[in-house]
């Protein structure tokens, strides 16, 4: 079975850190470009950042409202993605989810895949 | 960073009942468009694709059509599982971004 499972999520004090980790499955993880989203409570879903395969470098995008402060990062080793967040704002209350999306030396080569397998999420919640 | 537009807000509809949710995207973005469908407490679903294929597993009441900047998802005879949020995305150009969300209820 397909599947994508995130971890590290918590309570945190404003200003602090956290580290967010996926795991994925049933896929061949390297292949994949993979993002991170996030809902906060009550709002609709928010793209937050990308990593691209190892085809593309691992280059990475970022959302405007996390960049300097988030750090997205993968070890295909492991299959894993991780989201090392710092200097955490009140506004970054929301659940994480991991995302698989494109595949492919060119994404498009790959949209039969973009942000088809979703993870269950992991609640941040920052506050003091 | 483009903007994603989307209407209705809510709607209330019964069973049976076609339904059509609207996207409209500044500036365009060509076929970079994907919709989404998320229940109470769960992870967004994927739905459709590049506009208009459908996601493996859905059913084929479910449709998506337009193009450049208009984009629909149309839901034919609705069915009370299909009582949910609706997203659409745009992955033109970063950051991506998606609409605000069609909130569909029982009527």
């Known amino acids: 079975e397909v599947q994508v499972v995130e971890s590290g999520g918590g309570l945190v004090q404003p200003g602090g850190s956290l580290r967010l980790s996926c795991a994925g499955s049933?896929?061949?993880?390297?292949?994949?470009?993979m993002d991170w989203v996030r809902q906060a409570p009550g709002k609709g879903p928010e793209w937050v950042s990308r990593?691209?395969?190892?085809?593309?470098?691992?280059?990475?995008e970022y959302a405007p409202s996390v960049k300097g402060r988030f750090t997205i990062s993968r070890d295909d080793s492991k299959d894993s993605l991780y989201l090392q967040m710092n200097s955490l704002k009140t506004e970054d209350t929301a659940v994480y989810y991991c995302?698989?999306?494109?595949?492919?030396?060119?994404?498009?080569?790959?949209?039969?895949?973009?942000?088809?397998?979703w993870g269950k999420g992991t609640t941040v919640t920052v506050s003091s | 960073d483009i903007q994603m537009t989307q209407s209705p807000s809510a709607m209330s509809a019964s069973v049976g009942d076609r339904v059509t949710i609207t996207c409209r995207a500044s500036?365009?973005?060509?076929?970079?468009l994907v919709w989404f469908q998320q229940k109470p407490g769960e992870a967004p679903k994927r739905l459709i694709y590049?506009?208009?294929s459908l996601q493996t597993g859905v059913p084929s009441r479910f449709s998506g059509s337009g193009s450049g900047t208009e984009f629909t998802l149309t839901i034919n005879s609705l069915q009370p599982e299909d009582f949910a949020t609706y997203y659409c995305?745009?992955?033109?150009?970063?950051?991506?971004?998606f609409g605000g969300g069609t909130k569909v209820e029982i009527k």
């Open positions: 995305l745009q992955h033109s150009s970063y950051p991506l971004t």
């Open positions: 590049t506009i208009s």
């Open positions: 990593s691209r395969n190892k085809a593309n470098g691992y280059t990475t």
């Open positions: 500036p365009g973005i060509n076929n970079h």
């Open positions: 049933g896929f061949t993880f390297s292949d994949h470009y």
């Open positions: 995302v698989r999306s494109c595949s492919g030396t060119s994404c498009s080569d790959g949209y039969y895949y973009y942000m088809d397998v």
